[in-house]
């Protein structure tokens, strides 16, 4: 089945130590996110890839970066987490049509340490 | 700058029953799509229900329905016969039907926790 796979499911990595997190899809969805979201809080973007394309939210801190070297995978690095870093992290994807909504990975909760 | 709001955190609701969960949101735009997402504990979040803005009629999905309201800007989700499975977290989201790349990202509202009692 087509489908957004996000890996490790569960990440703990110390507080500074550089992490990274993993996407593929197999959907060939041209737009690729990355969400943050902390407990009972609304899923934050923090950047996404149109194609080859970033795009940076205004508000994402300059710890967070992202790689995207095909279109089927995409990375979620933090530089140097911190304890306020810690959260599940969404992957998602979709076709640039935008009646179209997402489709998730089932997300990597990140512990910081 | 759309706006999604969840105003209930938690509702509880009988197995068996009916259950509304309300959101209402911001814009200036006409064209648009509204969305509700199901995220069960511990699992991937999925796509419920979604309804285009141009069209007048309530999108539904078996035992899941909308009441789109578009010049009130609500878009309640109705769930029918509640079972068990539907406990789960539900959000509601909007996205511009303009543009592409950063106008596609979809907004979301808080969230509310539904429970099902058996």
């Known amino acids: 089945d087509a489908m957004v796979i996000q890996n490790p499911r569960y990440q703990v990595t110390q507080f500074g130590k550089p992490v990274t997190l993993s996407c593929s899809q197999t959907?060939?969805?041209?737009?690729m996110y990355w969400y943050q979201q902390k407990s009972s809080q609304a899923p934050k973007l923090l950047f996404h890839?149109?194609?080859?394309?970033?795009?940076n939210e205004a508000d994402t801190p300059d710890n967070f970066q992202s790689r995207r070297p095909n279109t089927s995978f995409c990375f979620l690095d933090i530089r140097s987490p911190g304890l306020g870093d810690a959260a599940m992290y969404l992957c998602?994807?979709?076709?640039?049509?935008?009646?179209?909504?997402?489709?998730f990975g089932s997300g990597t909760r990140l512990t910081v340490v | 700058a759309q706006t999604v709001t969840q105003s209930q955190p938690e509702m509880s609701v009988q197995e068996a029953e009916t259950v509304t969960l309300s959101c209402t949101y911001d814009?200036?735009?006409?064209?648009?799509?509204l969305f509700w997402y199901k995220q069960p504990p511990s699992r991937q979040m999925i796509l419920v229900i979604r309804?285009?803005?141009?069209?007048?009629q309530n999108a539904t999905e078996n035992r899941f329905s909308v009441n789109f309201q578009k010049a009130a800007k609500s878009f309640s989700l109705k769930i029918s016969d509640s079972q068990l499975g539907d406990a789960a977290m539900y959000f509601c989201?909007?996205?511009?039907?303009?543009?592409?790349?950063?106008?596609?990202?979809?907004?979301f509202g808080k969230g509310i926790t539904l429970s099902v009692r058996p």
């Open positions: 998602a994807t979709s076709r640039a049509l935008r009646a179209h909504g997402y489709t």
């Open positions: 959907l060939n969805h041209n737009v």
């Open positions: 890839y149109y194609d080859k394309d970033f795009n």
């Open positions: 814009t200036s735009e006409s064209d648009y799509y």
């Open positions: 309804q285009e803005a141009y069209k007048q």
């Open positions: 989201a909007y996205r511009s039907a303009r543009g592409t790349g950063a106008n596609s990202k979809l907004t």
